[in-house]
């Protein structure tokens, strides 16, 4: 039987990802002849197949299970000539490297990596955060396998590859019609179809787009960081691909310039996101020849650092109002923070006798409130120094690239130091002046002391570790420029462990640690 799509139950199931059903329906006679299944079932109307319904509806078990009882399912194409393949590599939430996942999330995540399903669902029932995350993993496990499956499986996606040629020129002719699978994934960040296709077929890397463009254009030009990182970590960046220039005259670097396509970056301000597109800017710069910083685009007649600058001159005032504004709210709270504790130097808990000693001046407690507001003091004028730094600054890009930064991370560091240490301080004098022995009482006054401290840190740990990874690069570029003393926690890389490894300085044993 059909409805009016030309669905039949057992297509209709697939749909709806019913696969207990669809696996009943199937076992049926003569639904499956000669390891196929029936034309009858497997395609409606509009041209989408049994297997394209269900990868539409991320019913990827159900999809699994379709492609082992008929490999041919995966070389049929919808109306706009679409394999399944295709349509995965449209669905980045199917996989982990496109679901976006807090810190403590992916933690979660990749604890339930070491935990049996079963046990799983029976300890943490009830759970619904730990359910949502232990089905999102299921979700991308079928997903990643339905992939390596069709990539197996559907063997036109490696076909017709147009081979790109040095300086720009290419032999053969682009990919026509619906984008390659293998762009549609690079685009749309899912690693790790990318990855299994380069494995299987490794010639796919010098496929071309209708554009021009190859695979690692468009990982710039859609700011794939991943994407980029596999291509050059695996050495597969050649000659022809850092040589390569689209139809437009653009370069790699033009595509970093061209923000038309920027979407991913930072959701912590435009001083971030600024400050990601620069270090982007020099991280392409690095692969492609010296002389293409200078070459113009056939549109424009702009070089790359041209271009980057018309189209992020936007950016760049968002920036610099944001960064403006965030400096001198920190200058107000560190120059209050300041005062508080410059007043409680001279105000010492429990005052002092005629002659001007501290009553409780050898207590232990008094020795920790000195100790904690002589550290908050240093901690909130540092910062002021800081924030007024920035605000003198003159905000062009290469600020942005390394300096502003710095200054932010070190400046919100010393920030939240300095109110830690002034409620240290406060709980050392509430202490004083009550003078109990009582456990609990202590206990309590401590609590109260770093509750604020506590709310701070966890409204602001978003925004603190982006800074801190914004100035990962520098942090990296220090500890390299600083000998080796035997010390393993300079080493903070693998590429440094492994080339240290490779000249037998360091032992198996401390390589495979991971220091």
Request: aromatic share 12%; with cysteine.
């Amino acid at each position: 039987m059909k409805n009016k799509f030309g669905e039949t139950p057992l297509f209709r199931a697939a749909a709806f990802g019913q696969t207990e059903i669809v696996e009943y329906l199937a076992k049926q006679p003569a639904h499956i002849v000669n390891d196929e299944l029936l034309l009858v079932h497997r395609q409606r109307k509009d041209g989408h197949s049994i297997l394209h319904v269900a990868v539409l509806g991320e019913n990827f078990e159900t999809a699994l299970l379709l492609l082992r009882l008929d490999r041919s399912l995966s070389e049929l194409k919808d109306s706009e000539g679409k394999t399944s393949l295709g349509l995965l590599a449209e669905i980045p939430s199917a996989f982990k490297s496109g679901h976006s996942m807090s810190i403590f999330t992916r933690d979660l995540y990749m604890l339930l990596e070491w935990i049996n399903g079963s046990i799983c669902r029976f300890s943490f029932k009830g759970w619904p955060m730990v359910e949502r995350i232990w089905e999102n993993k299921r979700k991308h496990k079928s997903a990643l396998q339905l992939a390596k499956m069709l990539i197996k499986s559907d063997v036109s996606w490696d076909q017709d590859i147009a081979v790109q040629g040095l300086y720009g020129a290419s032999f053969g002719s682009p990919v026509s019609g619906p984008s390659h699978p293998l762009l549609t994934a690079t685009k749309t960040g899912i690693l790790e179809v990318v990855y299994e296709m380069l494995i299987e077929h490794p010639p796919s890397v010098d496929l071309l787009d209708k554009e021009g463009k190859n695979i690692l254009h468009v990982a710039i030009m859609f700011r794939r960081k991943d994407i980029f990182n596999l291509i050059k970590s695996n050495g597969i960046i050649s000659n022809r691909m850092s040589y390569g220039i689209d139809k437009d005259g653009y370069t790699l670097l033009h595509q970093v310039a061209d923000n038309k396509y920027y979407s991913v970056g930072s959701t912590h301000g435009p001083a971030l996101q600024l400050h990601e597109e620069l270090i982007w800017f020099s991280r392409v710069e690095k692969v492609i020849p010296s002389y293409y910083a200078k070459l113009r685009d056939s549109k424009q007649k702009k070089t790359a650092e041209e271009l980057f600058n018309d189209m992020h001159k936007e950016q760049l005032r968002d920036a610099q109002q944001w960064v403006k504004e965030t400096s001198q709210s920190c200058s107000a709270v560190a120059v209050l923070v300041a005062t508080i504790v410059f007043a409680a130097a001279y105000t010492v808990p429990g005052g002092s006798n005629d002659k001007g000693i501290p009553i409780f001046l050898h207590k232990n407690f008094f020795l920790f409130f000195t100790i904690m507001d002589v550290i908050a003091l240093a901690s909130s004028l540092t910062p002021v120094v800081m924030f007024l730094s920035i605000l003198t600054s003159l905000f062009d890009y290469e600020d942005f690239r390394n300096s502003i930064p710095r200054k932010l991370t070190l400046g919100f560091t010393l920030l939240f130091f300095s109110v830690m240490a002034t409620m240290l301080a406060f709980a050392a004098t509430i202490l004083l002046i009550v003078q109990s022995e009582k456990q609990l009482t202590a206990s309590l006054i401590s609590i109260a002391a770093f509750f604020p401290v506590s709310v701070f840190a966890l409204m602001q740990f978003r925004l603190y570790a982006a800074f801190m990874h914004s100035t990962k690069c520098i942090r990296t570029t220090i500890s390299r420029s600083l000998p080796w003393f035997g010390a393993p926690l300079l080493f903070r890389n693998r590429k440094q462990r492994r080339d240290l490894f490779q000249k037998k300085e360091v032992s198996k044993s401390d390589y495979y640690s991971g220091f």
